[in-house]
Every structure is written in structure tokens, then in C-alpha cells.
């Protein structure tokens, strides 16, 4: 392949595919901190064919953090990507596959499908709830196959969009669509949180049950990427006086980061969260809403699941709406796993902890809408199955 002007690095990255089945939409992230120089431009290829890219300022500092791609890759296959690193020009542009958005409501506009107040991020003090200031109630993000949004409160729960077809909606749904858009096949809510763990949002535990993010000193959400390939959505808690203590002391305030990360291609979600320190003296809780009269599976090593259907909003306001078929999923690695609970009226709860300063997790879901997706309980804990194997043997690079 030519090199191109600004070249400072080129190497080949080898990939290989450990499972005798083949995969697909596998993301390969590259830290570029390894390589010294301030990237300003990435060119990926296979078999000389220039394969979509991405680059990200993870901090905020100016400077690319990660770049990642997407591969399909054959059972046991190896592939070899050519990479070139430049400190010159501008990240290649691709045909957006991913959309993130956060946005303020404008009280002028009266419908919720036409917004136009986009922010990138907001900081707020200790008691200020700004839920019903922002429009989707907080940071939404999709791909082709869903979307998802996160509550900005105190319950930061992680909420659904369920489509019919593929494609990428928000941008003229904008989480709300209307009677026509709903005519034309456009998603729609699919899930009702209240003050469940939604699908996979992490509270603090106090040795009973869930405890929401209420003291905190300062919250800030985050639209940290917006695409080509993934969106990435951050959650800071700065200053959380959790009561979840692993005895019967309170321990002092923590932060915590939380990155949800969504790949082209994959439903999917991936959660990872940081700390400010070691946070053994504390424990968490997460798991999934116990969906109305729904079937449950779990392999009691850290999947666990569920297909249910209930109304996607309350029933006082369930009008315009019809009752909701989803599949819900959460992967933990097992040495973070305290205590698989029963289910309760609201929830399959965990209780967890780490022995570090991070927690890594994966939620996915489906909605029974979907005309490419699963359509029975046996569908889908199938898929969560194939879905684990595929987590607990990433690619090879």
C-alpha cells in the first residue's frame, strides 16, 4: 500500500479468531499511547482494501486515545490488517453507523420529535436533578440493530428503544416518535424502568437491597464519541457517599466513571467503570428488571436473562402504546459476582464487588419487533449462550 504523507508508523496487526464459529462485527482496538506519537490520522487495511476506522479522544485532551475497526472473521481464522499511524491531517470520514445524541428541552417547541438544543455534556451540583430538563431524559445512542439511553438522576437507569427494521432512527425519532413515524415502522420505547435495575444499571448495595446514586457532589454525562463505528456515553459520579459497605461502616466518598460503549453491528452494550481508588470495602448491585410474568435463565457462572412482556410505560399512560416483548441479557465476569439473588417483584439482582479500582460488564437486549432478530424465550437464551462464548474468547491481537 502506498504510504502516505505523514506516515510516522506502519505495522501489521495479526487477528485470530479462537472459537470454531464463525463471528461477526468483532471490534479490534488499538491503544495508541504505545506508539509515542500524536496520531492525527489512521488508515486501516485488508488484502489491500481500506477497511472503516475509527479514532478517539477518550479524555478529552486533544489527543486520539484508541483507534478501533470491526471485522468478520471465519471459525479459527487469522487475518493480517496493515496499519498506518499519521501525525498529519484529519480521521478519514465513513458512512456513519452509530448516532449519539444529548440535547436540552426547548419549551418552544412543543413537539418531541423536533429538539434542537444539542449539548455534548453537563455538570450538575449535589440536588440538582436536571431529568425533565433534558429531552430523553438524558445521553441516547444506537446502531442499526437498537438504542439505548441513560436516566440523568439519581437512578442513572439504562433505558430502551426497540426497532422493527434496521436502521438508524433517532436522529428524526429522537427517542419519541409520532403517530406517522410509528405508521411508517419507525421503534419505539420498549421497556418500563420505574426504579428497576432497567437493563444492567449499577447501584450501590447496603447489604439488603439496591441503593440509588443519591449523594453525589457532582454528576456529569457525557456524549465522549459519536461514531463512524461506536458510540461511547460517560457517566461521572464525583464524590458518592455510597451506603454500599462490604461491612457496617460507611466508607468515604468514592467517583466513579462509567463508559457504555455500543459497536456497529452488534446489540450489545459494553459497561466499564472506574474508580478513583481500590474499592474493596464496597459492594454493588446490578441485574435486570424482572419484566412482567417474564421466563428467566441463568447459568449461575454470570449469565443470566429474561423474556417477558409488560407495558413500555405505565399503565396510566399507556395509550398510543401496545404491550412490549423483550429479551434482556447480562454477562459478569464471576469473580466479581458477591451473590446471585432470587428474583424480587422488580428485579434479577447481583451483588458485586471488585478486588481493583474497575468493573467490566455486558448488557444486550431485543425486542420481539424486530423482523432480524428473536422471537421466543428459547431464541434468545440460545443467543445469550452463543453471546457468552463469544465475551469469555475476544479475538487474538
Known amino acids: 500500500m502506498p504510504v502516505l504523507a ?30 509515542g506519537i500524536d496520531v492525527r490520522q489512521a488508515v486501516v487495511t485488508l488484502n489491500g482494501q481500506e477497511v472503516p476506522s475509527q479514532l478517539d479522544d477518550l479524555d478529552g485532551d486533544g489527543r486520539y486515545d484508541e483507534l478501533c475497526f470491526l471485522t468478520d472473521i471465519a471459525k479459527r481464522g487469522k487475518q493480517q490488517f496493515t496499519v498506518q499511524l499519521l501525525t ?5 470520514q465513513y458512512e456513519p453507523r452509530v448516532y449519539a445524541d444529548m440535547m436540552l428541552t426547548n419549551r418552544k417547541i412543543k413537539s418531541s420529535n423536533k429538539q434542537d438544543l444539542y449539548i455534548s455534556s453537563l455538570t450538575v451540583d449535589r440536588g440538582v436533578n436536571p431529568y425533565s430538563m433534558l429531552h430523553h431524559h438524558g445521553p441516547a445512542f444506537e446502531n442499526e440493530l437498537v438504542a439505548y439511553r441513560v436516566y440523568f438522576d439519581h437512578r ?73 463505528l461506536r458510540t461511547i456515553v460517560e457517566v461521572k459520579d464525583e464524590g458518592w457517599r455510597s451506603t454500599s459497605a462490604a461491612n457496617a461502616f460507611h466508607p468515604a466518598p468514592i467517583t466513579m466513571l462509567t463508559r457504555y460503549t455500543l ?29 412482567k410474568n417474564s421466563e428467566e435463565y441463568s447459568d449461575k457462572h454470570g449469565l443470566r436473562g429474561c423474556w417477558g412482556t409488560d407495558w413500555p410505560v405505565s399503565e396510566k399512560d399507556s395509550a398510543g402504546h401496545k404491550r412490549e416483548t423483550v429479551g434482556l441479557g ?54 445469550l449462550e452463543k453471546w457468552r462464548r463469544e465475551l469469555q474468547h475476544p479475538l487474538l491481537y
Open 263 to 291: 459497536y456497529a453491528g452488534r446489540r450489545d452494550c459494553q459497561v466499564d467503570i472506574r474508580f478513583d481508588k481500590v474499592a474493596t470495602d464496597y459492594r454493588f448491585a446490578t441485574g435486570l428488571i424482572n419484566v
Open 330 to 383: 447480562i454477562y459478569l465476569a464471576e469473580n466479581n459476582i458477591v451473590s446471585e439473588l432470587p428474583a424480587d417483584k422488580d428485579n434479577y439482582p447481583f451483588v458485586i464487588s471488585t478486588a481493583t479500582d474497575e468493573l467490566h460488564y455486558n448488557i444486550t437486549f431485543c425486542s420481539a419487533n424486530e423482523t432480524f432478530g428473536y422471537h421466543s424465550a428459547r431464541e434468545w437464551f440460545d443467543y
Open 156 to 228: 442513572q437507569t439504562i433505558d430502551l428503544y426497540g426497532k422493527y427494521r434496521k436502521g438508524l432512527e433517532l436522529r428524526q425519532t429522537q427517542f419519541y416518535p409520532d403517530a406517522e413515524q410509528k405508521a411508517a415502522g419507525f421503534g419505539d420505547d420498549v421497556l418500563w424502568v420505574g426504579n428497576t435495575l432497567g437493563l444492567g444499571t449499577l447501584r450501590g448495595w447496603d447489604g439488603q437491597s439496591p441503593q440509588m446514586l443519591n449523594d453525589v457532589q457532582y454528576r456529569t454525562l457525557r456524549v465522549v464519541s459519536r461514531g463512524p
Open 88 to 92: 498529519q491531517g484529519e480521521p478519514r
Open 6 to 35: 505523514g506516515a510516522q508508523t506502519t505495522f501489521q496487526l495479526t487477528v485470530a479468531n479462537p472459537l470454531k464459529a464463525d463471528r461477526e462485527a468483532q471490534p479490534v482496538v488499538v491503544q495508541l499511547s504505545r506508539y
